[in-house]
């Protein structure tokens, strides 16, 4: 772990590239040395009128601007702030859908909703309370997937770096699916303990409770590392992907197979909403140490992963 010790200026013009919405405003604004009642005082005499309440509200995360006036007052903010036009009206994106299951953050998306796209996953995560959606932002995710010499999953093994948007962040819940098979048998965890575990004995979902050392502070860092590992009785796997609901800054995915069994020809697949079509046409090449990765920079709510043909 470490304690994010730059100062607001020091890390701004990153954030304005990356989001959230909530701390790029609150960076600006601390980088320019202005209270919220200066900033007030600075719209009102542009015919701006926002509340000094709101704007208290939009640079923690409780809520956001969406209306007409609001967003008048970001695009004024960010001439008042000295930004570059439309680097807070960007972080935005478009108007966030209601309801409990979608986006809490800047850049979440619905599309795809992972509940939609797994129906089994909402009482999962129901019952859990999914309590850091939201709160924190993936850094990092570095994911290994083995397929061992039977063509059927082994493992799946994750090492994340989280960033809390938020004070007060204690936990992750990681979800796994083993398609088409029973859910995974075994869990080992590092830097972590674990909390409630809950399975979908019928869809092969499995998600589980991650809880930190202790409440992290907003902007602090933190690692985790987990494996889910199948015994037996899962079908022949012909793919792996993993779905994001939020914002990712990178991840990696390899891909091992047992030397005995080596794939034909392996393919990145790539889906930006569960209404669009899924992009699986572009040829990765398979090592000669029998794995395949792909790597994604700045990655958007999406669907991304390796399928391979056996034949």
Do not use: N
């Given at each position: ?5 730059e ?5 701004l013009?990153?954030?304005l ?30 015919g ?86 939201g ?8 994911e ?13 093994r ?8 938020r ?26 303990r674990?909390g ?6 019928k ?18 860092t ?18 792996y ?25 392996c ?33 958007q ?11």
């Open positions: 772990m470490t304690q994010q010790t100062g607001p200026g020091a890390i013009d990153d954030v590239r990356t989001g959230p919405f909530d701390r790029a405003l609150h960076l600006a604004i601390q980088a320019r040395g202005l209270s919220l009642e200066r900033i007030h005082a600075r719209l009102r005499d542009r701006v009128h926002v509340s000094v309440a709101s704007l208290s509200y939009w640079q923690r995360g409780r809520c956001r601007p969406e209306r007409r006036q609001s967003l008048r007052a970001i695009e004024e903010l960010e001439e008042i702030l000295g930004l570059p036009p439309k680097s807070l009206i960007t972080l935005l994106g478009p108007r966030r859908p209601r309801g409990r299951w979608l986006g809490k953050t800047s850049g979440a998306s619905s599309s795809p909703d992972l509940c939609a796209t797994h129906p089994g996953l909402r009482p999962l995560l129901g019952d859990i309370g999914d309590p850091a959606d709160r924190l932002e993936t850094l990092s995710h570095h290994i997937y083995t397929v061992g010499p039977d063509h059927r999953e082994r493992s799946a994750s090492r994340i770096v989280f960033r809390a948007r004070d007060g962040v204690d936990r992750y819940v990681a979800v796994h699916r083993c398609e088409g098979g029973p859910p995974p048998d075994g869990f080992s965890s590092e830097m972590c674990v409630r575990v809950r399975v979908g004995p869809d092969g979902l499995t998600a589980v409770e991650l809880l930190f050392d202790r409440p992290l502070a907003a902007g602090e933190y690692v985790v590392e987990y494996e889910f590992s199948c015994g037996g009785g899962q079908p022949v796997a012909h793919r992907v993993r779905g994001f609901r939020f914002p990712v800054r990178e991840y990696l995915l390899q891909v091992r197979f047992a030397p005995e069994a080596t794939p034909r020809r393919f990145r697949v790539r889906q930006p909403a569960v209404e669009a079509a899924r992009a699986d046409d572009q040829a990765l090449r398979l090592t000669t140490w029998d794995t395949v990765h792909l790597i994604e920079h700045r990655l709510p999406g669907v991304y992963g390796i399928r391979w043909d056996w034949t």
